[in-house]
């Protein structure tokens, strides 16, 4: 699977809007676009996927980059119950993909 | 929906003894079931993943007689850590994917943190 690059640790006030940015620049035509976060001591928690076109769900945005090569996850108010590990993981389609994990980037917001 | 849960929460053993986690897809039959360890500050480690009635595929360095892997049916599969020691010390996490989804999202249980002494 191919790898991507997060920034270890990001930081966000309360009611503003956060860009968590992920480098994938060997990303595959068929790999898809994952963002998973972890909040402390509980599973992992699924926020969106995309492959190719922007996303938007009830929890956030994914830009994806004309190139593929990066995506960005949006809140787009950050709560202090957005504070997690946020993972950006590719994974090639089909049946049963297997996640593989990076470190993520953990956010912290301030009240 | 789409609801995992896992049993015990968490549990602590004595060295040598063996311990059974549970891993339920409540509300979805579950076509794969995933499990991972993370150890503390670390990111999640890929165990194993296993589908209902077949044998699970374990990842590389992990060993397959030390985690016993059963997914009797669509919506239950256990992972017995067999001969426990304190290094087996972890927090435990399944995952499930919905075999009636187009999508292979995968749905996680809240984990099992296992301390051995």
């Known amino acids: 699977d191919a790898k991507t690059t997060q920034p270890n640790s990001m930081e966000s006030n309360e009611e503003e809007p956060v860009h968590l940015p992920c480098n994938h620049s060997?990303?595959?035509?068929?790999?898809?676009i994952h963002w998973y976060r972890q909040l402390p001591s509980q599973g992992p928690e699924y926020v969106i996927h995309?492959?190719?076109?922007?996303v938007n769900n009830r929890m956030a945005s994914l830009a994806i980059a004309e190139d593929r090569k990066s995506s960005t996850l949006i809140l787009h108010r950050a709560t202090l119950r957005d504070a997690a590990v946020y993972y950006c993981?590719?994974?090639?389609?089909?049946?049963?993909?297997?996640?593989?994990w990076g470190l993520g980037t953990s956010l912290a917001v301030n009240p | 929906g789409a609801v995992v849960s896992q049993h015990p929460s968490w549990v602590i053993c004595k060295s040598g003894t063996s311990v059974k986690i549970e891993c339920r897809s409540l509300d979805f039959q579950a076509t794969t079931m995933f499990w991972y360890r993370q150890f503390p500050k670390q990111s999640l480690m890929l165990m194993a993943t296993s589908n209902e009635g077949s044998k699970a595929t374990y990842e590389q360095g992990v060993e397959k007689d030390k985690f016993l892997i059963n997914h009797a049916s669509l919506t239950l599969s256990t992972l017995t850590v067999t001969s426990a020691h304190p290094e087996d010390s972890s927090f435990y996490i399944c995952?499930?994917?919905?075999?009636?989804?187009?999508?292979?999202?995968?749905?996680f249980g809240p984990g099992t943190r296992l301390t051995v002494l």
């Open positions: 995952s499930a994917t919905d075999r009636d989804r187009s999508y292979n999202e995968q749905f």
């Open positions: 060997t990303i595959s035509g068929t790999d898809y």
């Open positions: 993981i590719l994974t090639t389609a089909g049946n049963n993909r297997k996640l593989i």
């Open positions: 995309g492959l190719t076109s922007n």
